[in-house]
Structure formats: structure tokens, C-alpha cells
């Protein structure tokens, strides 16, 4: 990004200036540079479920630290909702998964291994007037997931062998999940899997999810591979030997210009030290028996790994 310099007199003008016209400018007015000190608002959002929230909040917590002044909406929606409010300026800065994220703005692109998707993820994005940071080795995948019970009966290890019983399949997930790429198509496509009857639960494999399998309701669902759920229940994830499901490593993404050099070197602290089995923990902590709220197991998460001043 390209460097700017100006007179000290004409530098504390633009900064009073744009103190005054901060609450009423367009997010997207604010300055581009990626040299400007750490300071300024950010909104840092969500998607609607869990994990999202709890990463939202490692973001937010982190950049708060660093003196800027965040303002969050969380719990936004799905990526048909928060793309283009990054593009818009309606937020600043969201986690993501680098796999699926691909795959929505761009249906043909290259999945087939984790470097293919991070060579081609960035110029998709600044077609959006997006960019990403450094993804977090932390992954989190979407599986085809099943109770010990129906996996025993039917004799299931692996997506393929459910297609056997397409007749008598009900499988839950979120509500676009039946309609993208490597959703149901994808399962269509990749194994020949048409259940016979798609339920929409608009909780991203969380517990509503989880409820509607352990209960019967369903047969299978979509739930995401660092679930607690997973190891709390017994459930089993089915193998996926076709690989319909892409990698999927959590990466900071902004709107463009949105983000100085301090905010970037925040975030790519953070991403560093988020392993699977860092971000296993922090749902466990949110999720499980000692129900922890996403900010504060986020604050004691960044203070843990030496990532807060304060």
C-alpha cells in the first residue's frame, strides 16, 4: 500500500477533522493507509454461531488492547449476509473459513488441497474490495455427522455408505447449506447422497442440531469438526474419502483499507497462536459445563497466550 506523508500542521488538521466527522462519516471514507497509527473504530462481526463469536471476540479483545475503539455486531448471519456488509462498510472485520470462503465467491475455484485455496482466495477477494490476513492453522471443517446408534445399524463409516439409505435419510443443517456448492449439491455430486428430506436449523451445527440428531428428529446433520458435541455425545463423523468437504483454516478477512499496520500485526499475533486444538478448547469452555461467555473466555484466552498488554 503506498506510503503518505504529510506536514505535521497538516497532519494534526486532517486528525481533528476527522475526529469531529467520525459520527456521522461513511465507514468507508476512513482512511486507507496501512501506515497510520493504532487507533480509530472497528466493527468486528460474527457469523450466527458459537465459534464465529468466540474468534469475533479474540479479534475484538485483541485490537481493544491495542487502543482502538471496537464496536461489535455479532451473530450477524451467514456469508449471504456478511460479504457484502464488509463490501458496504456496514462492518469492518470478520473470521472466516478459507475453504468454504472461496468456494462462495468463486463455485469453480480450485479446492483440492489448502495451498490451492490460499493462492486463489486473495484475488476473489479484491474483487469485493476484501482482504485477508494470515489464516490460523486452527481448522474447522464441515462433516456429516451421525449417532453411534444409526452408525452401528447401518454399518457406516464413511459418507458413501449412507447413500444406501437415501430413502429413509433426513439430514439437518444450516438453511444455505442446501443450496451451496459442497453442501447437498456437493454430496449429490461427489457420492450420489439425495436424503429424502433436507431440515433447516439455523444454529451452524450447534445445539438445536445436535438435539434434532440425539432425539431421532434426523438421521445425520452438518455439524462443524471442533464441535464439543462431537466427543460429548459419541457422535461419529463420517469419512469424507471424495473430499467434498475443502480445507478450512480460520483467517481473519476486512474490508479493504480498513485495517493499519498495527491492527494487522494484532491479528496475525492471534492467528499464530490459534491451533485446533487451542479453538477445541475455547468451544469447550463456551459450550460445555462451565459456560464461559465468548468475551470473557476470549480475554482469558489472549491474556493466557501473552497477547494483552493489560
Known sequence: MTKTKF????ALSMVAGSLILSGCSNPTDAPKSSDSAAGGTLTVSSANFTE???IGNLYAEGLKDKGYTIETKFNIGSREAYIPALSDG???LIPDYTGNLLIFLDEGADVSSPDSILAALPEVLKAKKLTMLTPASAEDKDAVVVTRKTADK???KSIEDLVAHNDELIIAGPPEFKERTRGLAGLKEAYGLVPSKFEPISDGGGPATVKALLAGDVTAANIFTTSTAIPANDLVVLEDPKNNFPAQQVVPVAAEGK???TAM???DAISAKLSTEELIKLNEQVSGDAKVEPKQAAITW???QGLLSK
Open 7 to 10: 506536514p505535521l500542521i497538516a
Open 259 to 261: 485495517l493499519d499496520d
Open 52 to 54: 464465529s463469536e468466540i
Open 302 to 304: 489472549l491474556t493466557d
Open 265 to 267: 500485526q494484532t491479528l
Open 90 to 92: 456496514s462492518i469492518d
Open 154 to 156: 447401518w454399518n457406516l
